[in-house]
């Protein structure tokens, strides 16, 4: 009795055959193709895909919203009734600050205006169509582009002043919005702060994205920082780009380590604003 | 025919999958379908579904930057395992007794 081992089964001898077959080949090839027409023209490509996903993703936003009302009713109505006045409460309170912040806000821009300077911004309404955890990264796609006056580098807010990010890409009638949060975005800023004289005051501060809506700064040591001191970003028409949650100080260092987070919270987004020609103003 | 059904039942839960990781929201469900069809020897699936995260999510922010395609490197990285992978079992020498 003797054992060998066989180089050529005859399953070995298929799977060459189905290689060198011409339907392999082919769909190797146009497989190729489309990798190098994806690679080369990506922005291109990314226009046609979002001028459909676009109308897909808002149609999916209502569905949610809908069924979210159904199984609503299936909560107790003591419940419900509960969360009614309690979310009435917060309501009127919210009202009447927002009302406050609008009457300050325009007499802001008109104490600028007498001064020389037009400090109001036009701004363009997208809706978010995609945000964190559909997307990977820190970012937004809104449903706003090229079309409605988008340009690459305009700054986004949730809100009136309050800057979450700014436009990384443009398509034809979508946008990309690098959250300001996002890992290895880096931009200077001005820490809002009361110095040791108790004046208020600002300081220069680079601030780097952690990811997840928070960021983090160094400050020198010794320096008057609490938590709930607020991130600017300077200009004439000033954002509010977060605020301080945490400041970490060890004994001997040289500087002290503040952690900071976005102002609202990226996953409830569902409009924002574009501040149109307004780059890092 | 019982196998060819079964591989279209297989392939039609990969593309929900992918569809799922995109409306529900959940970005990990995406990659689930890239590497089971991969590994399940839908090598143009997994390719085509590459491409198509990388177009929807857009170019890596942060240290990921310099990768451009990542879901398409990672279905391309996938394809080719599971490739050299099936190779080597069919190849794998049978005894026989004379």
Known sequence: MRT??????????????????????????????????????????????????????DARGGLSSDVGGVFAQFSSKAE?????????????????????????????????????????????LAGVVMRPPAVPYDTLTIDAGQGEGVTRGDL?????????????????????????????????????????AG???TIPVHVEGQGAGSFTAQVPSGTVVAAGNTILFSGIATGFVGFVSHVEANEGDSFETLYARLPVDPLGLRFVE???????Q | MLMDSKRSILTLVIAL???????????????????????SGRYALAVCLGLLLDIAYGVPVGVLHALLFPFTLLALITVGG?????????????????
Not at chain 1, 89 to 118: C, H, I, M, P, V
Not at chain 1, 164 to 172: F, P, R, W
Not at chain 1, 274 to 280: E, I, P
């Open chain 1, 4 to 57: 060998t081992s066989s180089k050529r089964t005859p399953l070995n001898r298929a799977s060459g055959r189905m290689l060198r077959s011409p339907s392999t080949f082919f769909s190797i090839l146009a497989l190729v193709v489309l990798i190098l027409v994806v690679f080369l023209w990506r922005d291109g490509v990314a226009s046609v895909f979002w001028r459909g996903a676009v109308p897909v993703l």
């Open chain 2, 17 to 39: 999958c992918a569809v799922a990781g995109f409306a529900v929201p959940c970005w990990q469900l995406a990659i689930l379908a890239v590497l089971a069809a991969a590994i």
């Open chain 2, 82 to 98: 599971a490739f050299v992978m099936s190779n080597s079992l069919r190849k794998k020498p049978a005894d026989r007794l004379y």
């Open chain 1, 199 to 201: 004046v208020a005051t």
């Open chain 1, 274 to 280: 574009v501040r149109r020609n307004a780059h890092g």
């Open chain 1, 156 to 196: 986004v807010s949730a809100g009136g002043t309050t800057l979450i990010g700014s436009v990384d890409t443009v398509y034809a009638h979508a946008s990309r919005v690098v959250l300001f949060s996002a890992p290895g975005q880096s931009y200077d800023a001005l820490l809002s702060m009361t110095d040791q």
């Open chain 1, 80 to 124: 419900l009734a509960a969360e009614n006045a309690r979310l009435s409460d917060a309501l009127a309170s919210t009202s009447a600050a927002l009302l406050d912040r609008d009457l300050l806000y325009q007499e802001n821009l008109d104490l600028k205006l007498r001064l020389g300077r037009d400090a109001s911004v036009p701004t363009i």
